[in-house]
């Protein structure tokens, strides 16, 4: 295992480098209709990171209409945000694909966002364009449109997304209080783990290895069909940082981790007790330097579990292993699963 586990990261994948300062600045655009979140981002310390031309926004909100968001006020956003990833991608050596992150409750990122993606789809054709999108919960929010605004959104996420990362915030507030043992919940708790899973999706860009796994292979082993690109993650180890201090964690425990249902960040009723089986899935580990070992032990789970895995693609889990751990942990994963149940219990599970 690598001391130092940033030294061989490739920065230029998310960052561009000024030229001869040996400073890196992110490739991030940040969009809002209602322009005090962007300022609240301005303001904080890590707003210094992001050049102050990569924000882009409105004068007032969509409140929480998608039609708003998509055909509107958030439409108005679309050129100059569409004019700032030109900007980007002119700059960048191989383009492999774009991220966007957004919730699909309010206005904003469901209308604006499929607008977005329906843009970028006709303009870079060949790309890969993921989302990390937050569906709704209605234990967190008064408002009563949300999956209203997330069905439309879902129309099209299915159309012009290549694959969609599902959080769910109920599932991540269960997370946060049940495995962390933390009292109170708050947005930035939330996002943490959030960024600790597209962390770990995205590491397959940033390091290089044998097995790892970009964003088009990542594609190409968890989509089926076309449309069923709807991933949810789960995220290994969960711990608090006097557990961390004694825990020593094998291939073993993140597995078992991976597959328990505490340590999805977008719980569904799917289980194979009502008949929701897994159609494919990848596993990606940091700290491991090859998928072998993680590979003898998916293939005993999947054995020991069978009932829960579709039997027309035989080895369904793909694995991909990055060398280079995350900050203080040892050994850890995400599993992506594309299960049979994972859009139809969402959209029911929306409403509920
Ligand atoms: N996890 C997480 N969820 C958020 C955050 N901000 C808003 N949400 C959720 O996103 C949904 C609507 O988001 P909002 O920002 O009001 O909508 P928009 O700005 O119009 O896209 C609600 O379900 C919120 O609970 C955040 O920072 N983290
Ligand atoms: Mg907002």
Known sequence: ???????????????????GSGRFVPRTIFVDSDPASLNSIREKRFGELFSPDCFVGGTSST????????????????????ELVRREAESC????????????????????GSLLL?????????????????????????????PYNAVL???DLIEHADQCFLYSNSALQEAHQHLLH?????????????????????????FPGPDVFGMRKLA???????????????LAPLSTAAEKRYDVYTVHDILERLFNPWHSLCRVHGSSTNGTVYVTAACIFRGFDSAVEIEEQILKYTSRHSHEFVDYIPNNIAVSAVRYTEVDSSLSGVMLANSSGTLISIIVQSFE
């Open 1 to 19: 295992m690598a001391k130092h586990p940033h030294v061989h990261e490739r920065p230029t994948s998310f960052f561009h480098e000024i030229e």
């Open 63 to 82: 409140g929480n209409i998608f039609a708003k968001g998509k055909y509107t006020t958030g439409a108005e956003l679309l050129d100059p945000v569409l």
């Open 93 to 112: 050596d191989r383009l492999q694909g774009f991220q966007l992150v957004h919730s699909l409750g309010g206005g904003t990122g469901s209308g604006l």
């Open 118 to 146: 329906e843009k970028l789809r006709e303009e870079y054709p060949g790309t890969i364009l993921a989302s990390h999108a937050i569906k709704p919960s209605l234990d967190r929010s008064d408002v009563v449109v949300e």
């Open 153 to 155: 959104a879902f129309n």
């Open 182 to 206: 933390q009292s109170s919940t708050t947005f930035n708790d939330l996002n943490h783990l959030i960024a600790r899973s597209m962390n770990i999706i995205t590491s397959g860009t940033r």
């Open 220 to 234: 190409m082993s968890t989509v089926p069909f076309p449309r069923l690109h709807f991933l949810m993650p789960s």
